[in-house]
């Protein structure tokens, strides 16, 4: 499947030329001016969630594609929380999350969507499900969005794969920090080094 037709591309963050200040200057993620339209309640939910949006993210592109149509990020993020696709510490804090099986639950019961979890997947396993015609939320580093240098891990970040032209792989990024990085394609080999080896299937 090529990637030649029309496909949104969405940010977990609300302001998309502002991610290199996030991820690289040491911007606070409630220093976002745009934060409202992500859906949130108060610039601290946002704040506090915005850095873990990249599966909702995902999904919300992959609705966009499908029907036009979808739920800001947040109503998306407060539908997976109901499914348990996120948790948080009850002493910490701290979130976990996007946790797949839940996720997919979710996407089942409420989106126009089959979702499937691949807890172990290889990237020709991967460039197979692009070739069915699914979308892949595919676990990658985050430092994917600067591939020309050496992946400093594997997994971690979701992007959204949405096709392939032979073995080069297309790809939607919800942090990358600029506009070719968001909109992003490498070849296989090169994805392989930055791929966690799992994700979730969309179709």
């Known amino acids: 499947m090529s990637d030649d037709r029309p496909f949104p591309t969405i940010t977990q963050y609300a302001s998309a030329d ?3 200040a996030f991820a690289y200057e040491g911007r606070a993620h ?7 339209e992500s859906g949130a309640p108060d610039i601290a939910t946002y704040g506090r969630w915005s850095g873990h949006m990249c599966g909702i993210a995902c999904l919300r592109m992959a609705l966009l594609a499908r029907t036009g149509e979808a739920p800001t990020m947040f109503e998306l993020l407060d539908g997976a929380r109901k499914y348990a696709a996120y948790t948080e510490d009850p002493d910490t804090g701290a979130i976990r999350g996007l946790i797949y099986a839940p996720f997919v639950e979710y996407v089942l019961d409420v ?4 979702a ?11 460039l197979d499900l692009l070739g069915d015609g699914r979308l892949v939320m595919a676990s990658v580093h985050k430092e994917i969005r600067r591939p020309q240098n050496p992946a400093p891990g594997k997994g971690g970040h979701l992007v959204l794969v949405t096709g392939r032209q032979g073995d080069t792989v297309h790809f939607r990024n919800p942090s990358g920090h600029t506009g070719q990085a ?5 070849p296989a080999a090169e994805f392989a080094e930055f791929f966690g080896g799992r994700g979730v299937s969309l179709t």
Do not use: C, F, M, Q
């Open 182 to 186: 968001r909109t992003a394609s490498l």
């Open 18 to 20: 502002l991610i290199a």
């Open 116 to 126: 499937e979890v691949h807890p172990t997947l290889t990237v020709p396993g991967l």
């Open 30 to 36: 409630d220093d976002d001016p745009r934060w409202a």
């Open 111 to 114: 989106h126009p969507l089959a």
